[in-house]
């Protein structure tokens, strides 16, 4: 399936105006895109040709100029705070991951350590989670009300499951009582409401998911591509 040229572009006018846009511009694996002479050709590219890749003129002026395509992967930091993190249950999104491999998920604190639950039981880890895909649940900035009332409960209801013999290596079950049991469980308690596994695949999980598959496949596109870019037809 191709990308969404519409939904990146709109992230991409947001990132321009980071501050770290200098940094990222240089950076050799982070996807950068521009139209140089046809408006309806995407040139993806890591580092930003001399020559147009497609009508091979120098490049003197752009239709759109280079930005940064957003990556949907954490890189190298550690999560962030009131989080779900998912990444491949072996390897990393970057190097191994294939369509349909296993995930493994967690949840972070205030402080983005990932609590998890696996064959070793639960877990709060605070490393080994630097590229990972994040949903923030609770953003940085004013809260909600109804989101400052699950911030009292989010630390206590993750560091007393660490005790909690509902977490052990020997209940842990692949497919009755899973990384997903657990990261649904906590966040049922802290917002006080039964939360529905298939939903929450649903509606959390997969929109993710689907977003790095997306990403990794344009990487790999520019990876494999004969002059390091890859084109895109506007509206695909
Ligand atoms: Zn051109």
């Known amino acids: 399936r191709p990308l969404k040229?519409?939904?990146?572009?709109?992230?991409?006018?947001?990132?321009?105006r980071n501050e770290n846009y200098?940094?990222?511009?240089?950076?050799?694996?982070?996807?950068?895109?521009?139209k140089h002479c046809d408006p309806d050709i995407f040139i993806f590219c890591f580092q930003i040709p001399h020559h147009c890749p497609f009508c091979k003129k120098e490049i003197i002026s752009y239709l759109v100029p280079p930005c940064v395509v957003p990556s949907p992967l954490n890189e190298n930091e550690k999560p962030k705070a009131y989080s779900i993190v998912?990444?491949?249950t072996n390897?990393?999104?970057?190097?191994?991951?294939?369509?349909n491999d296993d995930l493994h998920i967690g949840i972070?604190?205030?402080?983005?350590d990932v609590f998890n639950f696996d064959s070793v039981g639960v877990q709060k880890?605070?490393?080994?989670?630097?590229e990972c895909a994040c949903i923030v649940l609770i953003k940085d900035g004013s809260p909600s009300d109804e989101e400052k009332e699950w911030m009292k409960k989010w630390n206590k209801c993750l560091s007393s499951s660490l005790k909690d013999t509902q977490w052990t290596k020997?209940?842990?079950?692949?497919?009755?009582?899973?990384?997903?049991?657990?990261?649904?469980?906590?966040?049922?308690?802290?917002?006080?409401?039964?939360?529905?596994?298939?939903d929450f695949v649903q509606d959390h999980i997969l929109p993710t998911t689907k977003k790095v598959a997306k990403y990794l496949k344009l990487h790999k596109s520019i990876l494999w591509s004969e002059n390091g870019c890859h084109f895109q037809q506007s509206g695909q």
């Open 5 to 16: 040229i519409k939904n990146i572009y709109k992230k991409i006018t947001f990132s321009r």
């Open 22 to 34: 200098g940094n990222l511009m240089a950076h050799q694996s982070v996807i950068k895109l521009f």
């Open 86 to 88: 998912i990444k491949p």
């Open 91 to 99: 390897g990393s999104f970057m190097s191994d991951y294939q369509e």
């Open 108 to 112: 972070t604190n205030l402080y983005g």
């Open 125 to 130: 880890e605070k490393e080994g989670w630097d």
């Open 170 to 198: 020997e209940r842990y079950d692949e497919n009755q009582l899973n990384c997903y049991d657990y990261v649904i469980r906590m966040l049922s308690k802290i917002q006080g409401r039964e939360m529905n596994k298939q």
